[in-house]
C-alpha cells in the first residue's frame, strides 16, 4: 500500500513539473499568441490612413498606420493594440478619431502584422519609442492609447517621453498579477519573463490619465482599473463601463469617456494660448 501511494505522488510530482515545465517554456505564446500573423488588410482603414514604416533603435523596421492631425492644434493619438490582435482590431477607434479631428497613429509591434522580429516586453518598448519619434516629428502634441497588453506599452512609454495625456482600456496592474490569478497552481511570479508592471510605473506619470474599462471583463478584472487609479498622481479619471466585456469596451460607452477627455485637453490648451495672450 505504502509502494502504490508513493508511486501515485512521484507519478503526480512528475505530471506538475510537467506542467510547469510546459507553462515556462509556452509563456511566449500565451502572451503573444498572434506572434508571425501576416497583415490583415482593412480597406476603409486603408483609405483613411498611410502606410508608414518607422525604424527601432535595434534595427527593425516596422509597419504601421498613419494619418496626420489635421491642423496644428490638434493631437496625434499613438494607439497601442492587445496582444489577441493586430493593429487593424483598432480601426474602428481610428476612424472615430479621425472623424473628431485627431491625427492617429496605429502603432504594430514586432513579429504581429507581417511585421520581423520576436515579441517581448523591452522588444514592444522599442517598438513603442519608434513609433513615439515618428508622431512626434509631426506633431506637437501627443496622447497615447493603450489596450490591454497595449497599456503596458503606453505606461512603459508614458513613464519616459513627454506626453499631453495617457488613456488606458482594460488595463491591468501587471501581466504576473493576471497570469498568477489565472494559473493558481503555479509560481508563475518566480517564471514569467515578460512582466509589464503598470502598477510600479503609474505613479511616476504626471499627465493627465483617463482609465476606462468594463464591469463585465472576466480577463484583466475590474479591481486592476481601481488599483492603477488608486496609486496613480494628479490628474486622473476612472469610469466603469457597465456591462462592457474585454472587447466591447469602445462600443458599450468608453466612446463618450475617451471624446469628453480629449475634449476637455483642447478646451484647457486653448484656455492657455488666450492666458497667454
Known sequence: MMELLGLLLAAIALAYLAALGALYWLQGRLVYPLEQTQTIVDATLDAHTQSISVRTQDGLDLIARYRAPPDAASPTILLFHG?????????????????????????????????????????????????????????????????????GVAVQLASECRIDALILEAPFTSIVDVAAARFRLFPVRYLARDRYDNLAKIASIHAPLLI????????????????LFDAAKGDKHLAFIEGADHIDVWTKGGRTHVMQFLASLK??????????D
Do not use: C, M
Open 83 to 151: 496582444n489577441g490582435e493586430d493593429l487593424t482590431q483598432r480601426a474602428h477607434i481610428a476612424l472615430e478619431l479621425i472623424e473628431a479631428g485627431y491625427g492617429v497613429l496605429l502603432a504594430e509591434y514586432r513579429g504581429y502584422g507581417g511585421n520581423p522580429g520576436k515579441p517581448h516586453e523591452a522588444g514592444l518598448y522599442a517598438d513603442a519609442r519608434a513609433a513615439y519619434a515618428y508622431a512626434a516629428e509631426r506633431s506637437r502634441s501627443i496622447v497615447l492609447h493603450g489596450y490591454s497588453l497595449g497599456s
Open 267 to 276: 478646451a484647457r490648451d486653448r484656455q492657455k494660448v488666450h492666458g497667454a
Open 212 to 227: 476606462y474599462g468594463g464591469t463585465r471583463d472576466f480577463v484583466i478584472p475590474p479591481a486592476h482599473f481601481q488599483r
